[in-house]
């Protein structure tokens, strides 16, 4: 998407570490315009395959999800990352490792939320590693519902869990792909 990756190159600030901060634009303050053109074009991405819920990670990710529901005119769930005293009854869950944080956490769905019934979109901000849509998958599985797919704003392609996903029979749509990020702050995009 070009708009995506044109927002990337000039306010994407590259960190050490591989890490891309865009906290100016996507997941901290946020250019709706954008979002809107984001959640769009998942849309586009997935239309006709009957997608009725949209599942993400608490707490960058509801941003995109909840743009892309309301696009698809479905319910949007997320998963909290610790379970609290309103998340009671079954729960499905798993665990996840964080790249950004490099920390472990146990996410958790109430059980009423994500049912046999749904066929299941699952949408990041971004995609690293894999390790959220691993377990957002799993949360899936847990709940006999179908996993359509995934959209994620930002894949850093060059940490290999987009292709691991697809490996395994994930579709992964990326609005942006990035191929590399160097220290010097040089980005580039995989077309």
Known sequence: ????????????VVLPGGVL?????????????????????????YQGLDINKVLTIESSGIAIASAVAMEMDVPMVFAKKHKTSNVDGDVLTAMVHSFTHGTDYQIV????????????????????MGNSLKGL???VDEANATLIGAAVSVEKCFQGGGD???????????L??????????TITFRH
């Open 109 to 128: 769905v109430s059980s009423d939320y994500l049912t046999s019934d749904d066929r299941v979109l699952l949408v990041d901000d971004f995609l690293a």
């Open 176 to 185: 942006a792909g990035i191929a590399s990020m160097e220290n010097d702050g």
């Open 21 to 45: 901060k865009v906290g100016s634009f996507l997941n901290q303050k946020i250019d709706q315009r954008l979002l809107r053109d984001m959640a769009l074009e998942v849309e586009r991405l």
């Open 137 to 139: 998958a799993k949360l």
């Open 1 to 12: 998407m070009q708009l995506l990756e044109d927002r990337i190159l000039q306010e994407g």
């Open 164 to 174: 691991e996903l697809r490996a395994n029979g994930m579709r992964v749509e990326a």
